[in-house]
């Protein structure tokens, strides 16, 4: 008897056995064979092989077979557009079925099948469903004219949908009305010249009015949200569209409420500030905000930030309700720290004194930044109402009293702005400050208290011997420190130029020969000229009378504000960022309120304001600013801005068009019957090495790689068993290294037999013991079997250690860029690279490594990215790009440049694969 038996099977295999089944003439057992395929493809398997089996099934009476069919169809079509093409007549087929699911799911298959072969027979089955007699089929098909729009947005106009679609606004099931007003917003959204497809007119949204009251919870908000794009052509008409809005107030959906709420600020905004109508709408605007503070912590977050949009706008509305914004015990931090900003927005001199006493209890909390923030409210509190102030600096000085570290810190930062807003008035305080000067370890702190000095310097003994105490350490300090102490000095000097002489010399010359920051240098000499020049310029400069802070200096631009309001109840109401900031691709139509009736009159009072704010809130508008060569200041000619940088890095964080990305997939608010799409990136890993060879491993050889899979590092490696004899009892054991890389579980390998190879992927954490290593990232490994121990090293490449939370603010960036001296930059050329910027920045981002920002100077692309470390260490990287040159230069900036050599070597890796 031969062998051959063992070679030989009856197995077909599992795609085999369900071709069979699928071509079954039992019912029954077709249907599970389909149950069995969807089940396969939805963990990942490919069963592609099994189209035209799956598309026979389709001739069939069981709703629920033809589902799953259609649900096959969907996920297959894409990759198989010849063979769904075999379905068509089956859809047109369905599309003309007694039974209107089956219309409905016919229809709605097709608008999600994203093959342009079979766009083309949709339209005629699609005409049909519009108007058709069910409701089910006509609210199915609406939807589905958005999808086909977004496939192939001319064959829609071409077709008439659009029209179509205009019609069933007038339809007489609310739920066909809700449909096509969502399908007609996303095809708005999607228009390309920057105005609505289809325009509305006051019989239309009376026909929206209408169908309002009989929705469902999902389908009023389609329509709210449709109203609020609508401008009223008089004030009778806002005024009778908000009476017919008002009783969504008290729905039960707070989205719903806040919609409604949208709806009713844009249409205040269009009538006079203080008619009659406006006031009972403000009234009527209030309870309904304040129930929603008794939801679940989530909704409240969304509704308090939205709140505190409102009442920017318009702080009547909530003006009498300062009590339902007290901080509870339990709630959340990110709840509480909302609650007080809000509270500090309503403050006035009629709820000051209760607000007070809050805001003193709030000082005592256990939660550090809450207590942090309720002592800087305290200090706004007597910027913001004038009568409370000397009553808001008695708190202040009962918490210094305290000596809790934090709180004293605190307060002196808000005893520095309460001394600009009210100059010569609360000055007797000074000496208690001055007892906790040694307790402020915090550059804000410290940096407040040198100004306090400084500035009152005439009514302090020994404010030289103070500032001289902060000059010992004066490299090590914080740059927001050095600044401030070098201006204190010089305006010491300035007052007392006897005695003071001596400390002046001292800290202009550590500012302008050992210190390698540009702002501290520039500042140094600027005042050595000035002094030294002329005395009296001098005086009038440093000593010059100060603007007063403002009253708020953390309120939203008025025309961000305006376009927020109009995006209420959304993302943006939550970030206080417009839609452009966060989204990518198509943000839609830009919406802003109405100009109001008669409001030139403001706007001239506005523009004759004198008060200036405070320096923190204009840089916005500092950054926004293009200092590039070929910049001209805004509102007037004349020469280009200079360049003050050199290397331009201020531009960018200038404002501009996002960059266009592929069109990768519908991303549409109705979306698609599986959900959100998207695919997870893998990032770069290296080709596996030999580590351990067979013959130093006593047969055993390991190769091996490093690769980062869901922001968790593994060790991935092939085990080969070259003996003669089996090996089992494997262990492994990392050597200290730099990163504190160990391995998070045992090493899982049972028994490894004679001939046998065995993938393993390990999962590593970086908590181990840390051991400065070099090269930085070699890590030496020690594997147990039962034949032996065996010791290996091997090199991890640098970007297994890049962290998720890389990512800087443009903001940021460039501060750290600033801060890090031009000694700690290093550049490196890659040569023979075939990418573009963006390519650049997928790869790059596909590994941690993040793009801030980019821009084009002198026609050089520029890419600038940002990574962290595991163990904390930030890197800077300017990437040059000269478009036909396949060379590209970087630059790196770290305050550990240890890790210059091995960011280099990943960039290079990554970017030639």
């Not at 770069?684 to 968790?712: F, M």
Request: charged letters at 25%.
């Amino acid at each position: 008897m031969t062998d051959s038996k063992y070679f030989t099977t009856t197995k077909k295999g599992e795609i085999f056995e369900l071709k069979s089944e699928l071509n079954s003439d039992k019912k029954e057992r077709k249907r599970e064979a389909v149950k069995k395929v969807i089940a396969s493809m939805t963990v990942g398997k490919d069963v592609s092989a099994l189209f035209p089996d799956v598309i026979n099934c389709m001739q069939t009476d069981n709703l629920e077979l033809k589902k799953l069919v259609y649900l096959y169809l969907m996920n297959y079509a894409k990759s198989q557009p010849d063979m769904a093409i075999m379905a068509v007549n089956t859809f047109v087929k369905d599309c003309e079925d007694p039974n209107p699911l089956i219309r409905a799911l016919a229809v709605r298959t097709m608008g999600c099948i994203r093959v342009d072969k079979i766009t083309e027979y949709l339209c005629e089955p699609l005409r049909k469903c519009l108007k058709d007699e069910d409701p089910y089929v006509r609210k199915t098909a609406a939807v589905s004219v958005a999808k086909l729009h977004d496939i192939n947005a001319t064959l829609v106009e071409e077709q008439g949908f659009l029209d179509s679609l205009k019609e069933l606004l007038g339809d007489s099931n609310p739920m066909v009305v809700a449909n096509a007003v969502a399908a007609m917003t996303e095809i708005n959204e999607a228009s390309s010249t920057g105005k609505p497809l289809i325009e509305m007119n006051t019989a239309t949204i009376n026909k929206l009015l209408t169908a309002l009251n009989e929705c469902t919870e999902w389908g009023q908000i389609f329509i709210l949200d449709n109203l609020s794009s609508y401008n009223p052509t008089d004030d009778r008409e806002a005024q009778s569209i908000c009476e017919r809005i008002t009783p969504r107030l008290s729905h039960a959906n707070a989205a719903v409420v806040l919609s409604a709420v949208k709806v009713l600020m844009k249409y205040m905004e269009m009538m006079g500030k203080d008619t009659e109508f406006v006031t009972n709408i403000s009234k009527k605007l209030s309870p309904p905000l304040v129930t929603l503070l008794s939801s679940e912590p989530e909704v409240q977050y969304v509704a308090l930030r939205n709140i505190n949009l409102i009442i920017q706008k318009r702080p009547d509305i909530l003006k009498q309700e300062m009590k339902v914004f007290f901080v509870k015990y339990n709630d959340p931090i990110y709840i509480k720290l909302e609650k007080l900003d809000i509270m500090i927005r309503l403050t006035s001199q009629a709820n000051i004194a209760q607000v007070l006493s809050e805001l003193k209890e709030y000082s005592t909390e256990v939660d550090v930044d809450f207590v942090r923030k309720s002592v800087r409210a305290i200090g706004r509190c007597a910027i913001k109402v004038e009568q409370s102030a000397e009553r808001c600096v008695s708190t202040l000085l009962d918490l210094i009293q305290t000596k809790v570290n934090y709180v004293v810190q605190e307060a002196v930062v808000v005893i520095k702005d309460i001394f600009r807003k009210y100059p010569n008035k609360y000055e007797s305080i000074i000496a208690t400050l001055c007892e906790n000067l040694d307790t402020l370890d915090e550059p804000e702190a410290r940096a407040s208290m040198i100004w306090i000095i400084g500035e009152y310097a005439e009514r302090i003994d020994n404010a030289d011997d103070l500032l001289e105490s902060f000059l010992d350490n004066f490299n090590d300090e914080n740059p927001q420190v050095q600044l401030q102490l070098l201006t204190a000095i010089v305006k010491l000097f300035l007052k007392r130029p006897t005695d003071t002489q001596e400390l002046v010399q001292q800290v202009l010359s550590l500012a302008t020969q050992d210190s390698e920051n540009p702002d501290l240098r520039d500042r140094g000499f600027i005042y050595w000229r000035l002094l030294s020049t002329d005395p009296a310029a001098a005086k009038e400069v440093v000593l010059a009378e100060k603007p007063l802070i403002a009253e708020e200096t953390d309120l939203l631009e008025p025309t961000l504000l305006d376009e927020l309001i109009c995006h209420i109840a959304s993302l943006a109401s939550v970030y206080h960022k417009p839609p452009t900031a966060f989204v990518e691709g198509k943000v839609g139509l830009k919406k802003m309120l109405p100009a109001r009736a008669g409001d030139t009159d403001s706007e001239q009072e506005a523009a004759g304001a004198t008060i200036i704010p405070e320096p923190g809130s204009l840089i916005g508008d500092l950054l926004d600013m293009d200092l590039g060569g070929a910049a001209v200041p805004r509102g007037q000619g004349g020469a280009p801005a200079p360049d003050l940088l050199g290397g331009g890095l201020d531009q960018l964080l200038a404002g501009g068009p996002p960059e266009p990305t592929a069109a990768g997939g519908s991303n549409s608010l109705l979306g698609d019957i599986f959900g959100m799409g998207g695919s997870a990136h893998a990032g770069y890993v290296p080709p596996k090495q030999v580590w351990l060879s067979a013959d130093k491993g006593k047969g055993l050889e390991i190769s091996g790689t490093w690769s980062l899979r869901s922001n968790i590092i593994h060790m991935e490696m092939t085990f080969s068993n070259k003996a003669m004899q089996a090996m089992q009892g494997f262990g492994i054991q990392l050597n200290k290294n730099s990163f504190g890389l160990v391995a998070s579980q045992p090493l899982n390998i049972p028994l490894l037999n004679a001939g046998q190879t065995l993938d393993i992927s390990l999962p590593m954490s970086c908590t181990g013991a840390v051991q400065k290593m070099d090269p930085l990232t070699n890590i030496q490994v020690a594997i147990k079997s039962s034949i032996d121990i065996f010791y290996f090293a091997c090199i991890a490449p640098l970007h297994i250690f890049f962290t998720e939370d890389g990512a800087m603010e443009k903001k940021t960036f460039l501060g750290t860029w600033k801060e890090i001296p031009a000694s700690n930059e290093i550049q490196y050329t890659v040569e023979n690279v075939e990418c573009t910027s963006d390519g650049i920045s997928t790869k790059m981002g596909q590994n941690n490594a993040f793009t801030v920002a980019k821009r084009t100077l002198e026609g050089q692309d520029m890419i600038y990215q940002s990574l962290k470390l595991s163990n904390g260490i930030w890197g800077l990287v300017e990437i040059k790009l000269t478009p036909g040159s396949s060379s590209i230069t970087l630059s790196f900036k770290s305050r550990v440049m240890e890790i210059a050599q091995a960011v280099f070597q990943v960039y290079d890796a990554i970017l030639h694969n």
